[in-house]
């Protein structure tokens, strides 16, 4: 077994740069501050993209997916109203559709920002 040379860090007291130390300390608080905002963030964006998000959409898709259902019955019992039907239906679950892509880009786009926000604070961490 091979054991490894250790490396001594050895530094007197008066060789410390007292700017260099206060640098640090705030980088690092301010790599801190960054990721506790981004811990209370992701809490708040699970339960938005669940309740406020995901439980709507789906909720509107299910139900379109109904009324497409009645739509196909309709267009063999009275054919007018179920072509009429069907369409509507179409229209809203192209709606539906661009809706839910708008709005996961949007909040995906909030995170990015967060989490952009992160890796800045330790970039400019490792730079020193």
Same mark, same amino acid.
Request: charge should be neutral; include cysteine.
């Given at each position: 077994?091979? !054991?490894?040379? /250790?490396?001594?860090?050895?530094?007197?007291?008066?060789?410390?740069?007292? &700017?260099?130390?206060?640098?640090?300390? *705030?980088?690092?608080?301010?790599?801190?501050?960054?990721?506790?905002?981004?811990?209370?963030?992701? /809490?708040?964006?699970?339960?938005?993209?669940?309740? +406020?998000? +995901?439980?709507?959409? &789906?909720?509107?898709?299910?139900?379109?997916?109904?009324?497409?259902?009645? !739509?196909? *019955?309709?267009?063999?019992?009275?054919?007018?109203?179920?072509? !009429?039907?069907?369409?509507?239906?179409?229209?809203?679950? !192209?709606?539906?559709?661009?809706?839910?892509?708008?709005?996961?880009?949007?909040?995906?786009?909030?995170?990015?920002?967060?989490?952009?926000?992160?890796?800045?604070?330790?970039?400019?961490?490792?730079?020193?």
């Amino acid at each position: 077994m091979t !054991a490894f040379p /250790r490396a001594e860090l050895k530094v007197k007291v008066e060789e410390i740069d007292e &700017n260099l130390v206060t640098l640090l300390q *705030v980088k690092w608080q301010a790599l801190i501050d960054a990721q506790t905002l981004l811990v209370t963030f992701l /809490r708040d964006y699970e339960k938005e993209m669940f309740w +406020e998000h +995901e439980v709507p959409v &789906n909720s509107c898709k299910t139900a379109n997916a109904v009324v497409a259902v009645g !739509a196909a *019955v309709l267009l063999f019992v009275s054919p007018p109203i179920g072509l !009429a039907v069907g369409i509507g239906s179409g229209v809203a679950g !192209a709606g539906i559709a661009a809706g839910d892509t708008i709005a996961t880009r949007i909040k995906k786009s909030k995170l990015g920002y967060r989490i952009a926000i992160v890796k800045s604070a330790a970039r400019e961490l490792e730079e020193i």
